[in-house]
């Protein structure tokens, strides 16, 4: 009964910024981790940046320097903040919250809708 729901891709010119937002919610027990994927054209699937519950952080040496993730334990919430974009960073982007929804403590992955963001001039 968990829902991601992502929001704030669009189209920007390369040097630009865009913010990314996800929140999960719905049966959460506990939120181990939150993070964004994305999907390249020809290319794999790949992880951008992962925050954890403990603070942590993850980046792919692409975005190293240009992307922030933070989050707001409360409200089950992430945000990226993508600076300096590049065309190259044109993708779909997935959210992912990795949650255990009750006391099993057994845990589960569940992905957004995806957002689509496009770095051209």
């Known amino acids: 009964q968990v829902q991601v729901e992502e929001s704030g891709g669009g189209l920007a010119q390369p040097g630009g910024s865009l913010r990314l937002s996800c929140a999960a919610s719905g049966s959460i027990f506990s939120l181990n981790a939150m993070g964004w994927y994305r999907q390249i054209p020809g290319k794999q699937r790949e992880l951008v940046a992962q925050v954890r519950s403990d603070g942590t952080t993850t980046y792919t040496d692409s975005v190293k320097g240009r992307f922030t993730i933070s989050k707001h334990n409360t409200k089950s919430t992430a945000y990226l903040q993508m600076d300096n974009l590049k065309p190259e960073d044109t993708a779909v982007y997935y959210c992912?919250?990795?949650?255990?929804?009750?006391?099993?403590?057994?845990?589960?992955?569940?992905w957004g809708q995806g957002t689509q963001v496009t770095v051209s001039s």
């Open positions: 992912n919250a990795i949650v255990e929804p009750d006391p099993r403590r057994i845990p589960y992955d569940f």
